[in-house]
């Protein structure tokens, strides 16, 4: 996988890199899956690296073609046809790689924490409690090169498994931060459009399309959020394309600033 994504990322960032064996009918040998941001870089992979041998001395295969042959697929079979928003990790990476790491900054604008007691267990015929860390974020991406900015929101909950331990809801809390900030940040990027020229240049436009009810609240608003009687903390219970585990934030990454130049 390293010699795979070594050989396909000079033609642009990569989303993932698989490689898995053949089948038993198929022979010895592995066969890749290389996703790219850019449909654009795909092409240009398949174009050059048809029939070449990148890395040793037979051909690689990748795909489920022929020795050598690398393809771009359009089309996936047995899975439903779903957007997915890209998690904070990878939004973070394409926004380094197409802005630069000055390029680009967010600050959380409110952190609140929402935590309460919910949970009824009606088969037992009693009630039981269970104990949920919730967190609402907002946080603002912004692109000063462009004059672009934009903000999103999320809810972050994590479940406390020993009410009586203090050091579980410490981490339940940072759990249920972490998730809150990571959503809010791929939600903000999700108005946020990258559009990368053939010549390398980078355009960016505002998506208004996905713009919410809370972009039109001033920042005041926004923090006191919780107390918007018509505001639904349901729209903000995103799903996440990646677990949990996948993010990257540590303490001091909870906010994020660049300084100018």
């Known amino acids: 996988q390293h010699s795979l994504f070594s050989a396909f990322s000079r033609f642009g960032p990569l989303y993932s890199v698989r490689a898995h064996r053949n089948a038993a009918v198929a022979g010895p040998g592995y066969y890749a899956v290389i996703k790219f941001y850019s449909a654009g870089d795909a092409g240009r992979a398949q174009r050059a690296c048809n029939g070449q041998r990148l890395f040793q001395q037979t051909p690689v295969k990748v795909g489920f073609f022929s020795p050598g042959q690398v393809c771009v697929c359009t089309k996936q079979k047995g899975f439903q046809q779903q957007v997915l928003a890209l998690n904070s990790t990878k939004c973070q990476e394409l926004a380094n790689h197409y802005l630069g790491f000055n390029g680009w900054s967010s600050r959380i604008i409110t952190l609140q924490n929402i935590s309460g007691f919910d949970g009824e267990n009606a088969e037992l015929g009693k009630t039981s409690w269970k104990r949920l860390v919730k967190y609402l974020c907002a946080v603002e991406v912004m692109l000063p090169n462009h004059g672009v900015h934009a ?4 809810l972050g909950e994590a479940d406390v498994e020993d009410s009586e331990d203090p050091l579980e809801f410490v981490s339940a809390t940072r759990r249920a ?3 809150a900030v990571g959503k809010a940040l791929s939600s903000a990027f999700q108005k946020i459009l990258l559009v990368v020229l053939e010549n390398g240049k980078v355009a960016v436009e505002y998506d208004s399309s996905q713009e919410e009810p809370t972009d039109s609240l001033t920042e005041e608003e926004l923090k006191g959020l919780v107390q918007v ?3 639904s903390l349901e729209q903000f219970d995103l799903e996440e394309e990646e677990v949990l585990s996948d993010l990257s934030f540590d303490d ?4 994020r600033e660049v300084p100018s130049n």
Do not use: D, F, T
């Not at 903000?151 to 999320?154: D, E, K, L, S």
């Not at 001091?252 to 906010?255: D, F, G, M, N, W």
């Open 252 to 255: 001091e990454l909870l906010s």
């Open 229 to 231: 009687n018509e505001l």
């Open 151 to 154: 903000r999103g929101v999320a």
């Open 177 to 179: 931060q972490k998730l």
